[in-house]
């Protein structure tokens, strides 16, 4: 190995601030510092910087201004998406439909209505590569059935769904379609004509935004029970007083994603193949997981047979690498992962997870550290695991 550098490859779980979008804040924690709800001039400049960003962001995902709701981020949004749609609806039904490879909150949200609410649900199978059959889905939907929830890029596996042709069946039947698309965005279109969806949630802090900060696209006409009352903040749908830096800068960045998208995403593929060449060429019994082609850009997942993936990560931090063996919100957790498990593989298998995301400053020096640093680490644990059985 060459000398010990810091080399970051989990910007899955999060990205660092652009510093350009920080510029963007900075006025909004001192100088123009007023509350939205104020009437004076503060207040006013506030909301005029608010309703800027929210058009900045209607226009990048193509769609009305009037549809953009500010959240504190992807789960908040997720959970307004689904419990405001299950309740405001209850007049056509009270049946949900998701997958076992969403994030948690969607799954946590959708259990806890099945458990202590008049709501229940079908969970559909996917397959190998955590992708749904459109057709299975399709038959686990009845004339009761109001929201489906099924995520955009998995945040475990990288894999990325075919969102227009699903939403397409849905709203024939006059199904809503809902997409945690936080993974996605910066990398993925956001277009939401062109997706099809009615309910799409993001957060900032995926595409070198500040963290706190999400939004929840919401069609037109949707009727969305609040997820809090005691303002009549976003139309009454979320009360609350805006955090006005936050939303600047999401809005910058999101703009600069859209602007870079073509040069990023060259630079994201071009490093995740040498990352998964690399490593399929140095570490025996590993495998891919998620889908071979249609998944992130900047994603690439392993399971490792004979790894704990706890243990992996350790030896990877020492080296300088950090890395996640599953998704952030389930860190610190010796369980397999429920997503590779869902996928069809072995408990023993899955326990083994690695998942690499590259990001904006990852350089080839850094992937090449990773290669060897991964293959010396999955070594030492695989090692170790014989000396102790």
């Known amino acids: 190995m ?18 350009r979008v920080l510029e963007k804040m900075l006025p909004y924690f ?7 709800s104020s009437a004076h001039s503060y207040g006013r400049r506030a909301e005029d910087a608010i309703e800027t960003a929210r058009e900045t962001i209607a226009t990048l995902m193509n769609c009305r201004a009037s549809e953009i709701i500010f959240t504190s981020g992807g789960s908040e949004s997720d ?5 405001g749609a299950a309740w405001s609806r209850l007049d056509v039904g009270n049946h949900l439909v998701t997958t076992p490879v969403e994030h948690s909150a969607v799954t946590r949200t959708v259990s806890q209505l099945v458990a202590f609410s008049d709501f229940d649900s079908a969970i559909v199978p996917v397959d190998k590569t955590a992708s749904v059959d459109v057709e299975e889905l399709l038959d686990n939907c009845n004339e009761r059935t109001t929201l489906v929830s099924i995520i955009y890029a998995n945040n475990e596996v990288g894999t990325t769904a075919d969102m227009p042709r699903i939403a397409a069946q849905l709203r024939e039947r006059g199904i809503l379609f809902h997409t945690d698309a936080v993974q996605s965005a910066g990398q993925m279109t956001l277009d939401v004509q062109a997706l099809g969806v009615d309910l799409l949630s993001i957060s900032a802090h995926k595409f070198y935004g500040p963290k706190g900060v999400g939004a929840l696209y919401c069609r037109d006409g949707i009727n969305l029970a609040p997820s809090q ?43 995740r193949d040498m990352l998964k060449d690399g ?3 140095k570490v ?16 690439i ?32 957790n010796a369980e397999p992962s429920s997503v590779l498990l869902a996928m069809g593989y072995a408990p023993e298998l899955a326990i083994g997870s690695l998942r690499l995301t590259v990001g904006q400053t990852t350089t080839e020096e850094d992937v090449a550290y990773a ?12 090692k170790l695991k014989r000396i102790v059985s």
Request: glycine share 8%.
């Open 301 to 332: 997942s392993f399971v490792f047979e004979d790894v704990d993936s706890t243990r992996l990560l350790m030896h990877l931090d020492l080296m300088g690498i950090s890395a996640s063996g599953a998704s952030a919100c389930k860190t610190g």
């Open 284 to 299: 025996s019994d590993c495998q891919i997981t998620g889908h071979p082609v249609h998944r992130l850009p900047s994603h």
């Open 279 to 281: 490593i399929l060429e």
């Open 371 to 382: 290669i060897e640093g991964i293959a010396a680490a999955v070594e030492k644990v695989r």
């Open 30 to 36: 001192t100088d123009e510092f007023g509350n939205t």
């Open 229 to 271: 009352t005691g303002g009549s903040h976003e139309a009454g749908r979320r009360a609350g007083t805006l955090n006005t830096p936050a939303i600047v800068g999401m809005a910058e960045a999101l703009r600069l994603a859209y602007e870079e998208r073509d040069e990023r995403l060259a630079h994201y593929t071009r490093l």
């Open 79 to 83: 959970n307004l998406a689904i419990r």
């Open 2 to 19: 060459v000398s010990h550098r810091n080399v970051y490859l989990d910007y899955s779980a999060t990205t660092p601030t652009d510093p």
